[in-house]
């Protein structure tokens, strides 16, 4: 029951930074957890960061110490800010919403291409 947009991204230098944007229809409070996945071509969609609603975050290995996922729940909008960006962190970036209940319904924005290369 809710429609996401993400956007920002682009191409970058290895070591440079994007700030990834998603958008919601709604109230992002009403979900359980907001979250940024990532998938390139012949892999399998994986999660990067996630934050709930009560403010716990958490992050994929790879990207700790380097992404940070924030939110303004006025903007109904979740970020994710991405520093000391690699090659291999190229990819599709998903911004994705999971709703309360047994079903635990995922909801998906349309996706954002990250390029990261030299």
């Known amino acids: 029951q809710v429609q996401l947009v993400d956007f920002g991204g682009g191409l970058v230098q290895p070591g440079g930074s994007l700030r990834l944007s998603c958008a919601a229809s709604?109230?992002?409070?009403?979900?359980?957890?907001m979250g940024w996945y990532r998938q390139a071509p012949g892999n399998q969609r994986e999660l990067v960061a996630a934050?709930?609603?009560?403010?716990?975050?958490n992050y994929s290995d790879s990207v700790k110490a380097r992404f940070t996922i924030s939110r303004d729940n006025a903007k109904n909008t979740v970020y994710l800010q991405m520093n000391s960006l690699k090659p291999e962190d190229t990819a599709v970036y998903y911004c994705?919403?999971?709703?309360?209940?047994?079903?635990?319904?995922?909801?998906w924005g349309q996706g954002t291409q990250v390029t990261v290369s030299s």
């Open positions: 709604r109230s992002i409070l009403s979900m359980y957890a």
């Open positions: 994705n919403a999971k709703s309360w209940g047994a079903s635990g319904y995922d909801y």
């Open positions: 934050i709930t609603s009560g403010g716990r975050a």
